[in-house]
């Protein structure tokens, strides 16, 4: 059976005993034997893959690499994988650089098929590269079935420093964040925006996540979560303003949550401790 990380409360509260124990969970998760079984292929037959098309023919490799991106959802769009893959990202009009959501354009650049003539599963850390961001990755899925939100907050924690470290401007990077439907939630919920305002034109949306950002964090440039500090206050008003919107549970009802929690989770808590 796989690792199931262990988060015994929802909220704040709940996110901070998740960030207390992150080490040992990762650890635990990572070395669980399905996480295994799917990096011992990885690493037996990527040095095998020599095209797109070898690598979207390998349903379980594909699972692998696209799990690195959070790419999951798209296994059985193999057409499109492979040509994401084969246009690479240096042509402005390859398809990764036409689409919204810049993962596609991370998972091309990084498998390199359209952009080199040597070919990069052929290098000796790879693997590795490949295998630390699906660990990453997969391990904030398996926090995102017990509570979605958390993995919200622990995509956005890994993110937006890496984003707000790239030199784009200030409106390319709302565009990115704007772009991606896990940030972009995050932010709509720190911020207090309604999600319909995904409903108006681009360039107001922009102008309204950056004014609010203004109010909120003391600047509109996406820039200031280089800090790691601005990132927390991001998180915590994410989670914070989510509790609020879906806190209608009794006390009862919470009790009996936080029991069946516990006792699902006794054995795996006592390690974490």
């Not at 850390?125 to 958390?150: C, H, K, N, P, W």
């Not at 995509?155 to 790239?166: H, I």
């Not at 806190?247 to 919470?254: A, D, K, Q, R």
């Amino acid at each position: 059976m796989s690792f199931v990380p262990v988060v015994p409360i929802s909220g704040y509260a709940g996110w901070t005993f998740l960030n207390r124990t992150m080490e040992k969970q990762q650890a635990a998760f990572t070395a669980s034997a399905s996480i295994q079984r799917d990096e011992d292929y990885f690493r037996e037959r990527i040095g095998q893959i020599d095209s797109a098309e070898d690598l979207v023919a390998d349903r379980r490799l594909l699972q692998v690499a696209l799990g690195a991106f959070g790419l999951d959802a798209d296994i059985d769009n193999r057409f499109f994988i492979k040509k994401v893959l084969e246009d690479g990202t240096l042509s402005s009009d390859a398809l990764s650089n036409k689409l919204a959501d810049k993962q596609y354009l991370e998972f091309s650049k990084a498998f390199g098929f359209g952009d080199n003539s040597e070919l990069r599963t052929k290098e000796a850390d790879f693997a590795d590269t490949i295998l630390s961001a699906y660990e990453t990755r997969q391990f904030e899925v398996a926090v995102g079935e017990t509570d979605d939100s958390f993995r919200l907050a622990l995509n956005a924690q890994r993110e937006m420093p890496e984003l707000a470290a790239k030199s784009n401007t200030e409106t390319t990077k709302w565009l990115s964040i704007l772009g991606s439907e896990p940030l972009r939630t995050v932010f709509e919920n720190a911020l207090g925006l309604p999600s319909s305002i995904s409903a108006i034109d681009l360039d107001q949306q922009v102008t309204a996540f950056s004014q609010k950002a203004e109010l909120v964090f003391g600047s509109s440039d996406p820039a200031l979560f280089s800090d790691s500090e601005q990132v927390d206050k991001l998180v915590r008003l994410y989670l914070l303003r989510s509790q609020a919107q879906t806190s209608t549970l009794s006390g009862g009802s919470v009790a009996l949550q936080l029991l069946q929690s516990s006792e699902n989770a006794s054995g795996t808590l006592s390690l974490l401790l």
